[in-house]
């Protein structure tokens, strides 16, 4: 048996959260493999050192200098040693990494240190070997991670270790260029390491017992969910349920590596465990979980027999590719078709310069915008296995007086997304799981 367990950044906190770590990796022997993020907040309003080391990053592009922030990072690793009672050579290690940081002038790079050094201090904590990602967790020029070189490269590391700790969130391109993943990266970096190894579950430990029904800064004590399928937590994460990063599941999926998440503060409970839909026993629920975000941009296109003029879609698809512009949902009618775009994507001008051009492509007899909706989607596998799951859902959003922007329902029948005004967003949410998860009182 085989587990690679990953740890976040709360968990990694300081000396003392650290020990935690080190006594639930020993407190099982199958626990073979550790991936680490940088260390976290230690409190509300405490800074974390990846976010240091971006303020850190600025000042270098700046003076040419590391500067107070990385001062802040220094006593964070001094205290975290400090606390261990290691006997480790920290001063050193910082001092070059100071040089580093100053010679490479690279964001990725500077970026990457949080995880680097509590690599380091984690497998001298475990007196355990430490696997520099640099050299296994390889990427191409664009940023993409090469999956079949990465688990090549790492599975033959493993071979000659027994045991192992694996810097998370970063590696290298060809060329040895440090590149990270998106924030969050380094729970892709433990499916990584999971697939590579062949592991048999991916335990994913953080600072919450797992993945809850709904939003608890809007919804009261939301439910747990003690069991998902990947292609649910997918969509879940994708909108927004932030417990894991929304690409990790990708290495595991395709091995049929489990995941579990459990809470380094509470050790016992459950957690949530994420299997392939072939081992997921659905059971009674019919929505397993509801996520939303906020400020998406919908642009609605209207035209009488759209229908039937062929290559309709592809010129506006063009526009949109012209400008680099990702669309989430595209919802469509007979004459009608929606095309629904985070707001972010959204620079200065781009949407005019979008509008006019699809009105030169296609001459539609209507354009609208709204700007500021919210998008919410109701997942859960059981939705197709139960009528009358939109008639609840809508009624339930009607009762709360709120008016519909849109509707998309996944062709996998997994989720529906429902588009609101943003204002309306926590109203909706709060009907949305009232409906499905009825209070018991
Ligand atoms: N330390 C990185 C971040 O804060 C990556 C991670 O923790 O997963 O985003």
Redesign the pocket.
């Given at each position: 048996m085989i587990k690679v367990c990953k740890f976040?950044?709360t968990s990694m906190a300081d000396g003392i959260t650290m020990r935690r770590v080190a006594k639930i990796v020993e407190s099982d022997p199958s626990r073979r493999y550790v991936v680490v993020?940088?260390p976290?907040k230690r409190f509300s309003g405490d800074s974390?050192?990846?976010?240091l080391l971006y303020e850190t990053d600025r000042c270098v592009r700046e003076t040419g200098k590391c500067g107070e922030e990385f001062e802040k990072v220094r006593e964070r690793f001094r205290a975290i040693v400090r606390e261990l009672g290691l006997d480790f050579d920290v001063e050193t290690l910082l001092r070059e990494t100071k040089e580093e940081i100053e010679r490479e002038k690279s964001t990725e790079f500077t970026?990457s240190r949080?995880?680097y050094l509590s690599g380091r201090l984690m497998a001298e904590l475990l007196g355990i070997p430490f696997l520099d990602a640099r050299e296994y967790v390889k990427f191409d020029e664009g940023g993409r991670l090469l999956e079949k070189r990465t688990f090549s490269l790492l599975a033959s590391a493993l071979k000659n270790n027994e045991r192992a700790v694996l810097a998370?969130?970063y590696g290298a391109d060809e060329q040895g260029k440090v590149r990270?993943?998106s924030?969050?990266?380094?729970?892709i970096?433990g499916a990584v390491l999971a697939r590579a190894a062949g592991a048999d579950l991916y335990e994913n430990w953080t600072d919450v017992s797992g993945f809850l029904a709904c939003d608890p800064r809007v919804v009261d004590n939301p439910a747990p969910i003690r069991a998902l399928s990947y292609r649910e937590l997918r969509e879940l994460s994708y909108m927004g349920a932030n417990v894991l990063?929304s690409e990790s599941i990708f290495p595991v999926r395709e091995a049929n590596i489990p995941i579990r998440i459990k809470n380094t503060f509470r050790p016992d409970d459950e957690g949530t465990e994420i299997l392939p839909s072939s081992e997921y026993r659905f059971g009674e629920k019919i929505v397993t979980g509801i996520a939303g975000k906020k400020d998406f941009t919908v642009v609605f296109v209207e035209k009488s027999l759209m229908n039937q003029e062929i290559g309709f879609a592809r010129k506006i698809l063009t526009v949109l590719e012209r400008h680099a512009v990702s669309f989430e949902h595209m919802p469509t009618g007979i004459d009608t078709m929606s095309f629904v775009i985070d707001s972010n994507e959204l620079r200065e001008g781009v949407l005019e310069a979008v509008l006019r051009e699809i009105e030169e492509a296609v001459h539609p007899d209507q354009m609208r915008v709204f700007d500021d909706v919210a998008l919410i989607a109701v997942v859960g596998h059981g939705m197709s296995r139960n009528v009358g799951t939109s008639a609840r859902l809508f009624q339930a959003i009607a009762r709360a007086g709120v008016n519909v922007r849109m509707i998309d329902q996944g062709s996998s029948e997994l989720n529906i997304i429902v588009g609101v005004d943003n204002e309306n967003y926590e109203r909706t949410l709060r009907a949305v799981y009232e409906a499905f998860f009825p209070s018991e009182t």
């Open positions: 976040g950044g993020s940088a976290g974390k050192i990846t976010d970026a949080g995880e998370g969130f990270t993943f924030r969050g990266g380094s729970d970096s990063h």
